[in-house]
């Protein structure tokens, strides 16, 4: 094995990366309009869905199945107490193949999709799984690929199709030279209907651009949901954080005036109140101090003085970024513990109806925060004494600590910070690396770089590395984000109360694990496997790490589909595999 060392310039060149993207899709500020379209989810909120009592499952024999999807079946699974309907591609083993006994379940990276383990059918490692004779099902969590919210047959499809279109015009907008991420071509794609309505009216005067009691209660709205913690998303210091940054942009519309002053204290006495447990008292008391607060503005605007020339315009605008802010935490909230607790354990139950194993036992092969996901169920299960359900585990570059490691994703810890986080509540991965994809498949290359940290030079078709960065990648939460970055402190991944480190209960794990790395895997180097193989019981793992010193090399996604990977990688999986299926 040889020692990775990750240089400075590479840092340099991922930065660089990072903010050319950003650049192309514009500010996540909440302050600033953002030309970010995210990705069509039909998102609303759970009380306005009749929630499925049973899963829907379309098949293969179906002519709507969306043709992103290159499965056998693509089925739907319902979470309980939820409006996500988590989408299962299913392939089916050919009827020459080895019988099998227990089916295998995949799971895929933070921010991808099925389609990193179906690229083509001759780099398809779903397709080899299931050639070998193994029911193969990949899972898409909540936010990926074809997994979407609806509340009927309808809805699902309907949204699974535009999904899928929505991916098939990216990829296509770029070959042609067309940014991905598009202005809106008209204010209905960024308006609500009331909003239209709103700027709508003639000039009778029934509506105007400044419309007091709806901006008093657009105001009182936004104070009221960060009362609230947003759901459970915010605690109580970060609701005072975001709550002072609207307050600091409301400032500087009245700074050097002489109302300045009486904005300070109505400030002062709102932040008292967001502070304090939510009753009517409060919800009313925060209204009439909303209603003061747009008082002054309005007092503002009759002045004489230049600096309050479009203050009323200007603070409607303020607030409305401010509530997309808001919008964008709530629609993106969830977690890695949202994945571990709900959405793998559904899609296991529903598997196991499906395939009806004899002892209930799956096998599971996770991809990067897939593996991660696998490492911490046998933890958990471990701690709590239950049985996992997992008959044998393969992990591909996969870590609980990356402390020890020059993982690149160390350049995620500014996430960390709670103001930076809640600067940027999502992190739209999928169109960021399409925005930059010219500049690393191009003349002049300027971020060819980033193809190493996807894949080794030589590694993997160019059509198909492109496929993989315009198709494979979804849009992140920082909420997300902020719960993965506990890998890079002391004690490893904890869950999302700090409490609990995955990495102190994998020793109790009676499950037999394949752990393999990449010799120039600069996301999960074979250091960060390692510290985590070292924690399993040492009769049931088996490490493997691919690359020669002189070549061919494995970076992180090589081992799912690099051009070698089915003749070095894939019969060694299937060897650990079939060992313990029998």
Known sequence: MCTLHFPVQMQSDIR????????????????????????????????????????????????????????????????????????????????QATPRNHPLLLLSGVGTNAIGYDLSPESSFARYMSGQGFDTWILEVRGAGLSVQGSNFKEIKESANAVSEQMEAVAKGVTNGVSPVQQPDNVSDTLSDSEIS??????????????????????????????????????????????AKLFDQISSLLE?????????????????LLEKQQNSGVTSQIRDLSQRLVNIIEEGQRSVSPQFI????????????????????VKYDWDFDHYLEEDVPAAMEYIRAQTKPKDGKLLAVGHSMGGILLYAKLARCGFEGREPELKAVVTLASSLDYTSSNSTLKLLLPLADPAQALN?????????????????????????????????????HPELLKKLVLNNFCTIPAKLLLQLTSAFRERGLCDRSGKFFFKDHLHKSNVPVLAIAGDQDLICPPEAVEETVKLLPQNLVTYKIFGEHQGPHYAHYDLVGGRLAVEQVYPCIIQFLSQHDD
């Not at 479009?310 to 935490?329: A, G, H, P, V, Y």
């Not at 940027?424 to 300027?446: D, T």
């Not at 193809?451 to 993997?460: P, V, W």
Request: with cysteine.
């Open 310 to 329: 479009d203050m009323q315009e200007r603070l409607s605008s303020t607030i409305e970024d401010f509530q997309k802010q808001l919008d964008l935490i």
């Open 424 to 460: 940027v509540p999502v992190v739209p991965l999928g169109a960021m690396l399409a925005a930059a994809y010219p500049l690393s498949s191009r003349p002049p290359y300027i971020l060819a770089r980033l193809n190493n940290l996807i894949s080794a030079e030589d590694m993997m």
């Open 256 to 272: 050097g005036s002489q109302l300045s002053d009486r904005f300070e204290e109505v400030r002062a006495n709102l932040s008292n």
């Open 198 to 243: 709103h700027f709508g009216q003639d000039s009778i005067g029934i509506a105007t651009a400044w419309d007091e009691s709806k901006l008093v209660s657009k105001l009182t709205e936004i104070l009221m949901r960060l009362s609230e913690r947003l759901s459970g998303f915010l605690s109580d210091g970060q609701s005072m954080l975001i709550s």
């Open 16 to 95: 660089t990366a990072l903010h050319v993207a950003f650049s192309s899709i514009g500010s996540l500020s909440p302050f600033r309009r953002s030309t970010l379209t995210l990705p069509p989810r039909c998102l609303r909120p759970a009380a306005s869905l009749g929630l499925l009592s049973r899963p829907f499952s379309t098949a293969a024999s179906l002519p709507d199945k969306p043709s992103i999807c290159t499965a056998d079946e693509l089925h739907y699974v319902s979470l309980p107490n939820s409006y996500w309907r988590l989408a299962l591609w299913r392939y089916h083993p050919p009827p």
